[in-house]
């Protein structure tokens, strides 16, 4: 009972964004935690659950957890499973259940797909065209303590300069720098836009 009020408490602090106090990084439009409990956890394999999405458009919930998906596994610390398709996630029961955490789900996956740790998370903002707009937030839970592992929670706006600038950086170090359109490239398709965002938001995990 006591575990199943701390892993409540622990998640209505990691959505609702009041009582939070998570470090920020150097974008202003992002926040980010991180349990002490990270440091000293051994995660050989995670599984990564569509995304949650306001508006049933699974091509934009395919498209966004594929980018995340890509991002995670440069990291290279841990396997990463997907779990592929929203309907089948719901036909074994959500993980997010009237304000708690499904523990019974949550052991269900974790038997079924060995997995250490589960990531989840919803889209907050969606605009596919020019200016592009990705709002994230997701956590990572332990499937053993039930623990809070990570957290973040990022909008991107690129009509706001700082994100601009964050773009180009992004493009310098991952394309070539004579690619047509140069970094605004990145802005044409929210395919490249969305991983962007992935490599911005996953890459904290490594600070």
Excluded at 100 to 128: C, E, M, W
Excluded at 144 to 150: A, E, F, S
Excluded at 186 to 204: D, E
Aim: proline share 2%; glycine share 6%.
């Amino acid at each position: 009972m006591y575990r199943h009020i701390s892993i409540f408490i622990l998640f209505l602090l990691l959505f609702s964004g009041c009582t939070f106090s998570p470090k920020v990084t150097r974008y202003s439009g992002l926040s980010y935690n991180k349990a002490e409990e990270l440091k000293n956890t051994y995660i050989q394999r995670v599984l990564l659950l569509p995304f949650e999405y306001a508006v049933d458009r699974e091509a934009v919930i395919d498209e966004i957890t594929e980018a995340f998906s890509v991002e995670l596994r440069k990291i290279g610390r841990f396997e990463v499973v997907v779990l592929e398709g929203k309907a089948k996630l719901l036909s074994e029961n959500k993980i997010w259940d009237k304000g708690s955490i499904n523990l019974s789900t949550v052991l269900q996956l974790r038997k079924k797909y060995d997995a250490d740790a589960i990531i989840f998370g919803t889209i907050t903002h969606y605009r596919p065209y020019e200016p592009m707009l990705l709002g994230i937030k997701l956590g990572m839970i332990s499937t053993d303590t039930g623990t809070i592992l990570w957290s973040a929670d990022g909008v991107y706006d690129s009509n706001e300069n700082e994100v601009a600038e964050l773009v180009k950086y992004y493009f310098e170090s991952t394309h070539q720098k004579s690619a047509l359109y140069g970094w605004k490239l990145i802005l044409l398709s929210m395919r490249r836009y969305s991983q962007f965002v992935a490599n911005q938001i996953t890459k904290t995990l490594s600070y």
